[in-house]
């Protein structure tokens, strides 16, 4: 007796193919959440960002996949897709999704564009954004639905001016984003803060936790208390005939500050700083807060500048 030939046809067989393949895409970007938004200020209210998280390495896979901002009653503002994979997969690298006009005020190149016809798509009186329908955050008076629990809205008198909210670190190992750190709540989640984007091309500073774990990051210091966030006031542009620049800067808690330039060693410093004179070319600066418990901000407020010769 002869054997039968089962015909299927072909559109059958990729489906078939399909369900029998591991299912292995989404585990490389499913481990991200939305670390920090930022939607701008008063004075420069189109200065906008999200700021994303991983928190395991090999991630970063996130071509063709996007983040939605909505508005206050739960409708689409906006849709921001990756063109392309980002460079690190390292644990805990963030990829930021920024404005020009953000990339021109904090002195740092997105690792993609965020896409919005108007400051109002952002908007720090009411909104949210979410990671595909992986993670979601809500903020201000933000009252609709969302494809994934984001609970009670963070700072629900809305995000002051230039403050950002950003994803707290407790949970766990307080120093490192984790799992458990999502808790579905974006009050419970997200905190005030001031703003600090790390694009993908800055080395992770999350350092192992005392106790063992794995840790690092924003969040509660070793001491107990809260980790001090910095944040630049003044800089040159990005070109500048001034050999002498100065600098302002604050914290959200900080009792002393350290200042760096280029490949120079930190050194104790105050607001405002004048650099001395600098050479023509290149220059970075960064500058860190520290607590009174000796807690040291982990992701310095940094600017890049070119200093040029004078116009003729």
Not at 80 to 100: C, E, K, W, Y
Not at 153 to 167: N, S
Not at 262 to 284: E, I, M, N, Q, V
Request: hydrophobic fraction near 35%.
């Amino acid at each position: 007796m002869g054997r039968r030939r089962l015909c299927l046809p072909a559109a059958a067989v990729a489906l078939l193919v399909c369900l029998l393949a591991p299912a292995t895409a989404q585990a490389t970007f499913h481990l991200i959440k939305v670390r920090e938004v930022y939607p701008g200020s008063v004075a420069a209210p189109a200065s906008q960002y999200v700021e994303l998280q991983m928190y395991a390495g090999g991630q970063n896979h996130v071509g063709g996949h996007s983040l939605r901002l909505y508005d206050a009653s739960g409708a689409v503002t906006s849709t921001s897709t990756f063109a392309a994979d980002v460079a690190g997969s390292a644990t805990q690298s963030t990829i930021v999704l920024a404005t020009h006009q953000a990339e021109e005020q904090f002195g740092f190149s997105a690792d993609a564009p965020l896409t919005v016809s108007s400051p109002a798509q952002l908007d720090p009186a009411g909104g949210a954004a979410c990671w595909e329908a992986l993670d979601c955050v809500s903020w201000g008076d933000f009252s609709g639905s969302l494809p994934s629990p984001a609970g009670a809205p963070a700072a629900p008198a809305g995000i002051p001016d230039g403050m950002a909210i950003r994803r707290s670190i407790s949970q766990g190992c307080s120093t490192l984003l984790e799992p458990v750190d999502d808790s579905d709540n974006s009050s419970a989640d997200f905190a005030l803060s001031a703003p600090e984007p790390r694009p993908n091309s800055v080395s992770p500073s999350e350092t192992r936790c005392a106790a063992g774990g794995t840790g690092g990051g924003s969040g509660a210091s070793s001491q107990g208390g809260d980790v001090p966030q910095t944040t630049l006031r003044r800089k040159p542009p990005k070109q500048t005939a001034d050999r002498t620049p100065t600098f302002r800067f604050a914290s959200s808690g900080g009792a002393r500050f350290e200042c760096k330039l280029d490949g120079k060693r930190y050194r104790t410093c105050r607001s405002p700083f004048t650099a001395k004179r600098l050479a023509l070319g290149p220059h970075r600066f960064r500058v860190r807060a520290v607590g009174q418990d000796g807690a040291i901000d982990p992701t310095p407020a940094s600017c890049r500048f070119r200093v040029v010769r004078p116009a003729r």
